[in-house]
């Protein structure tokens, strides 16, 4: 069985960074798409990043030059660097994985992931 624990969320000025990391516990496939979501009061979950085991990434419009994801296979973490945060950030952020190598609709189908983590509180105040 595959867990995800996020970590790192906080409370934040705008303008300031944050660094989420979310720990994987249990194997999920030899090739995987892992990803952050997030998820705020009133909205949709919104895709944020993806990354997959060949290390391809993804960004959505709204955090590309701001966000980063990575990943560290020794440590097994994934990891959401994110920079010049703003209001509009603010949400609850999920760490999110699925078998197999992120399609082009990775960050548009949360319903195809099949693991997640129980989420982390990112408040961005300005």
């Known amino acids: 069985q595959v867990q995800l624990v996020e970590s790192g969320g906080g409370s934040v000025q705008a303008g300031g960074s944050l660094r989420l990391s979310c720990a994987v516990f249990?194997?999920?496939?030899?090739?995987?798409?892992m990803g952050w979501f997030r998820q705020a009061p009133g909205k949709e979950r919104e895709g944020v990043a993806v990354?997959?085991?060949?290390?391809?990434?993804t960004y959505a419009t709204s955090v590309k030059g701001r966000f980063t994801i990575s990943q560290d296979n020794a440590k097994n973490t994934l990891y959401l660097q994110m920079n010049s945060l703003k209001p509009e950030d603010t949400a609850m952020y999920y760490c999110?994985?699925?078998?197999?190598?992120?399609?082009?609709?990775?960050?548009?189908?949360?319903?195809?992931?099949?693991?997640w983590g129980q989420g982390t509180q990112v408040t961005v105040s300005s």
């Open positions: 999110a994985a699925q078998l197999g190598l992120c399609e082009s609709w990775a960050l548009d189908v949360p319903s195809d992931y099949n693991y």
């Open positions: 249990g194997y999920i496939s030899y090739n995987y798409c």
């Open positions: 990354i997959d085991s060949d290390d391809s990434t």
